[in-house]
């Protein structure tokens, strides 16, 4: 038992190298160019284009993702005809260099080495006790956020022009002196009440500035006039909930995404700088200062 758990231990550790993703991916790469029936391309004939079992395959299978079921007779054999018009194209084109100097051919070739990368660091399923570490490290992350239950009242700027700020502040001192607030303000497509509102729900509706003068204001009492984009706001907040910490078990599935697109994204640069060591490097150092400060001088101006 002791020789499983430490054989176990290694295993794990051995995973978790990037140097394991780095072979990983390069075992991936080649598994996909031979499931294209690309492998001893060097061999073949140029201008010899081999549709094989395992072409048809990633042509079917491509075809059912997208479209949730397996192609029939006539459309499979459109796949065929359209990779095989597709390859006597792409090869022309390569044949005339037409791949060189193209941004697009570049970051999209780029980009799917960096999906390669990214999908096998997805591929392994972290266990509870890393999940459980990263939740207590980020805890801060997933802390319930403040909310805040108020009402308002609304006074549209195209109603009232000139009027706006002069009438929003009487109706204040209305409302101090016990006026009915259904008596005052403008129509509005905004509702009159919000429930436990965070600040991300506030900002949505009525813009950033006005969630943050709602910050420090005391419950019970009529505050403004606020800004909108709309026009003024007259604002009672009834009730505040602190922000609160939650329990893991209730943001597992959030824990879980989140570790995962940050081990994609480690995963992504260890490759790119193992990739990136593989070549020397050199840059005009000289040239870019003068680039940099030619850019500055025209964003100043």
């Known amino acids: 038992m002791a020789e499983s758990s430490k054989t176990n231990l290694m295993m794990k550790r051995i995973l978790r190298e990037p140097l394991t993703h780095f072979l990983l991916l390069g075992a991936l790469i080649f598994a996909a160019y031979a499931w294209r029936g690309k492998d001893g391309a060097e061999d073949a004939p140029k201008d010899r284009i081999e549709v094989t079992a395992g072409t048809i395959a990633w042509l ?5 993702k997208q479209w949730h079921r397996a192609p029939d007779e006539a459309e499979l054999r459109g796949l065929v005809d359209a990779h095989i018009r597709e390859e006597a194209l792409y090869r022309e084109a390569l044949a005339l260099g037409l791949d060189r100097n193209d941004t697009i051919v570049r970051r999209r070739m780029a980009q799917k080495m960096e999906f390669l990368s990214q999908d096998i660091a997805a591929a392994v399923v972290p266990d509870e006790p890393t999940l459980r570490k990263f939740f207590t490290e980020n805890a801060a992350r997933y802390v319930q956020a403040a909310r805040v239950c108020f009402r308002h009242v609304y006074f549209s700027k195209d109603r009232r022009g000139e009027k706006l700020t002069v009438d929003a502040r009487a109706s204040l001192e209305a409302l101090a002196n016990g006026a009915d607030e259904e008596t005052l303000g403008d129509p509005s497509l905004l509702p009159h009440e919000f429930d436990n509102a965070d600040a991300n729900e506030i900002t949505a509706s009525f813009g950033d500035k006005f969630a943050a003068e709602m910050t420090d204001m005391p419950e019970g009492e009529w505050r403004g006039p606020v800004a909108s984009s709309y026009g003024l706001h007259l604002i009672l907040v ?15 599935d959030a824990v879980l995404r989140d570790f995962s697109e940050e081990r994609r994204q480690k995963a992504n640069l260890d490759f790119i700088g193992r990739v990136k060591q593989r070549y020397q490097i050199t840059v005009d150092e000289s040239a870019l200062d003068e680039a940099a400060a030619r850019s500055n001088a025209t964003v100043i101006r």
């Open 238 to 252: 009834s009730k505040r909930a602190e922000p609160q910490a939650v329990a893991y078990e209730t943001v597992r």
């Open 60 to 64: 079917g299978e491509g075809f059912a």
